[in-house]
């Protein structure tokens, strides 16, 4: 018997060692995630390799090519764009990975959370005018949060394509027209995604590269780039958000100069691969190795798909074309096995680094522990807060002083799902603060609120005018809430047209006849033409699309509880026929001259324009020395007292200026911000640590640092101050 005993524990025992000796090394999570990436690499079939390098979709989509049936979707699949908040598909797709494949490679599950999940953060384009990058950082952390606890490990964002014309509905998902601000802030986002504790989840920087320099704003169209405008203005923000170290990058729509950017071999592999070290993979976006052929560029998606993989683009999304061809390709000589070993070793590295080949499953948790938490809508208020811009505020109508009744009309203000903005991803109009609820709660007890619609987005139905111009007259002030519908901007959402619908100017001209001062609250994705609005409103809001929780920002802005900070980001033309207008333009060969000759060539509100209810005074700046060399930095400081009576938020912007260098500067260069908040009477000192490579530089048409010797101006508000660069 005690022979037996000792036999069964010496079996057992060696039975642990063996399989400890078997574990392979990629299973092993006490090894390195290179040793594990060449091992399973080492493993890997062709084949195998070839299907790491594809994403379909799974779960609710409109397009998706397996409507969500989990055994359509081969095993093998390198990564799924998952539409679900549950997680049971995802876990049984995944087992079918882990369990019934020969290695077990865990799919990598994406979404598109832009702007939160469940709750429903602030278009970005409105985050950038918060000028406050932790709060971006935080939003995205609960984004990601939620997008974790819902089965997503991947999110394609940050957008930050650089825009200047607002024609094209993608400005609302990027931060604005300037390369400075859009790297901060897309640096931000990745953090926030991607270094958050558990819940960290894989960004994306897209889109790779000049999307936002469509023709005419329209979508999917050629993009005209110089090399030098590809340097100085399109890459910046995303060598900057490169230094968060983003998991991965995708490649977009756009035809770059004759060669669209999903087989531009320039863009992916010398500049993001080479020159600036990238190191995750590269998507492509939607179907963008087949558009190549509507493109032009090829006939036939054999040739897409060994053009687009030469080039650099790792992993084919929705095509279907790398698991079709790149295995025949390899055979052929086409394509080299390295390059192929190369591109799933990017792949695998995300996921070894996300940890899902030791935890591949989510766990199942409760819609009220995930969602909406009070901490996430405290957040996503905090947000709002900060991103809305006082546009106008004539006799200081606002905040609203003694007004016993207020008319509450236009087609926004009781309306929830437009408060969420273009990819509200799982958002839900039902969890939106609408603005008449926010305005009842805020002025209860002070005043009456008369709602009246007044009329729809668009049409030409003005039955709805005769009341809203009833209560408007019955009213002490009108608050007017106008905008666009969640749907005119983000993808395929270009207008010709960035005026609002005529119907709503003339609801707008009906009540002023009322008499009553007109408060005009915009919810909107993109900047919009005001030249006829303007005129007719006392003050003028912008709340743009602030997400879940806009409604009490909103009417604590009119009450005065809360004192409005934000800037914009993003210029507002005078009218559409100044496109393409934005602050960082280079100097004409005649400044006074060149002008239109039918209306003012000036916009109607610029970059970094925005009003407060505080009265903020800037001193004198103040130099630690006007000259330095290339090597030494320079102190620039300016004291900025509030002379208001309440305490606000104060976001002072420094740029700069080259006036004479031979690779010619824009006009001024935004290089630094700090925003910070000043009591009545009190006073700070912004600082602004002037390091000339750093600050004062550019790129030039190779992609080199460019920093010419010579005089640079030191500019904040209104101030300019040259300084020389030895
Ligand atoms: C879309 C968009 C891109 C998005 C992707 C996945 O076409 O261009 O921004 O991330 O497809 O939905």
């Known amino acids: 018997m005690k ?55 799974l779960g609710r989509s409109i397009v998706a090519n397996n409507k969500g049936k989990v055994k359509v979707v081969p095993a093998e699949i390198g990564s799924l764009i998952y539409s679900s908040t549950d997680v049971t598909m995802r876990n049984a797709m995944q087992h079918r990975a882990m369990d019934s494949t020969r290695l077990g490679i865990p799919i990598l599950f994406a979404h598109d959370v832009i702007h939160g999940f469940r709750t429903i953060f602030p278009i970005p384009l409105a985050q950038a005018c918060s000028f406050n990058p932790d709060m971006v950082r935080l939003s995205c952390g609960v984004a990601a949060q939620e997008a974790k606890q819902s089965g997503v490990d991947w999110t394609f964002s940050p957008m930050i394509d650089v825009a200047h014309d607002p024609r ?201 522990k995930r969602f909406l938490l009070k901490e996430s809508l405290n957040l996503a208020e905090q947000a709002a807060e900060e991103t809305m811009v006082l546009l106008k505020n004539d006799n200081n109508i606002l905040p609203l002083k003694n007004t016993k009744r207020i008319a509450l009309i236009g087609p926004l203000a009781d309306d929830g799902a437009d408060l969420l903005g273009c990819w509200h991803a799982w958002g839900d109009g039902k969890d939106v603060n609408t603005i008449i609820k926010s305005v009842q709660d805020e002025f209860k007890g002070k005043a009456a609120i008369d709602y009246a619609k007044g009329c729809d987005f668009e049409g030409n139905d003005e039955s709805g005018f005769s009341e809203a111009v009833d209560k408007a007259k019955n009213a002490d002030v009108v608050v007017l809430c106008l905008g666009e519908k969640s749907t005119w901007s983000g993808e395929n959402a270009s207008r010709a047209s ?15 006849k009322s008499g009553k001062p007109v408060v005009l609250v915009l919810s909107n994705g993109r900047p919009l033409q005001l030249n006829r609005m303007e ?35 993003m210029t507002f033309p005078l009218t559409g026929g100044q496109i393409p207008i934005y602050y960082n333009r280079r100097s004409p060969g005649r400044p006074t001259q060149g002008k239109y000759q039918d209306m003012s060539s000036e ?26 060399k290339k090597d030494e930095t320079i102190t620039a400081e300016v004291t900025v007292t509030n002379n208001g009576k309440v305490k606000g938020k104060e976001t002072a912007l420094w740029y700069i200026q080259c006036p004479y260098s031979v690779l010619t500067r824009p006009v001024k260069e935004l290089r630094h911000f700090e925003k910070h908040e000043i009591a009545p009477g009190e006073s700070y000192t912004y600082k602004f640590e002037i390091n000339p490579m750093r600050d004062l530089s550019t790129f030039d048409a190779d992609g080199n640092k460019y920093l010419q010797s010579g005089e640079y101006d030191i500019m904040i508000a209104g101030q300019i101050v040259p300084i020389e660069v030895e």
């Open 535 to 569: 005129p007719l409103a006392d003050a003028i809001i912008e709340m743009w699309q602030p997400g879940v929780a806009g409604g009490k920002p909103l009417a604590g802005i009119l009450s005065g509880r809360v004192n409005p900070s934000g800037k914009l980001a």
């Open 603 to 628: 916009p109607l509100y610029p970059f970094g324009y925005g009003l407060s209810y505080s009265d903020f005074q800037y001193g004198e700046m103040k130099l630690s020395k006007t000259t330095c």
């Open 3 to 57: 022979r037996l005993f000792i036999f069964i524990l010496l079996a057992v025992g060696f039975g642990k060692i063996s399989a400890k000796a078997e574990l392979p090394v990629y299973k092993n999570p006490k090894a390195t995630v290179e040793q594990r990436v060449n091992d399973l690499l080492g493993r890997m079939t062709l084949k195998e390799k070839v299907m790491q390098l594809n994403q379909y979709t």
């Open 498 to 512: 960035i005026e609002l619908p005529q119907i709503q100017l003339s609801l707008l001209e009906a009540v002023k």
């Open 168 to 368: 094209w509905g993608r400005v609302a998902e990027g931060y604005g027209e300037d390369p400075y601000l859009s790297g901060i802030m897309g640096k931000a986002a990745v953090q926030g995604y991607q270094d958050n504790g558990k819940y960290n989840i894989a960004a994306c920087l897209k889109h790779y590269v000049g999307y936002g320099a469509s023709e005419a704003g329209r979508d999917y169209v050629y993009t005209e780039i110089s090399r030098q405008t590809l340097w100085d203005t399109y890459l910046p923000s995303f060598i900057r958000s490169l230094e968060a170290r983003p998991a991965t990058v995708m490649s977009s729509f756009n035809n770059i100069s004759g060669t669209p950017a999903s087989a531009n071999k320039y863009t992916m592999h010398d500049v993001l691969k080479d020159k600036l070290g990238f190191d995750g993979f590269i998507v492509s976006d939607w179907a963008a190795v087949k558009q190549l052929k509507a493109q032009g560029m090829v006939k036939d998606y054999k040739t897409a798909t060994e053009l687009s993989f030469n080039a650099g683009l790792d992993m084919d999304m929705m095509s279907n074309a790398y698991d079709k061809y790149l295995e025949k390709l390899v055979a052929e000589g086409k394509v080299d096995a390295k390059a192929i070993d190369d591109a799933v070793a990017r792949v695998l590295r995300v996921k070894f680094e996300l940890g899902l080949f030791d935890h591949p499953y989510t766990e199942k948790v409760a819609d009220a």
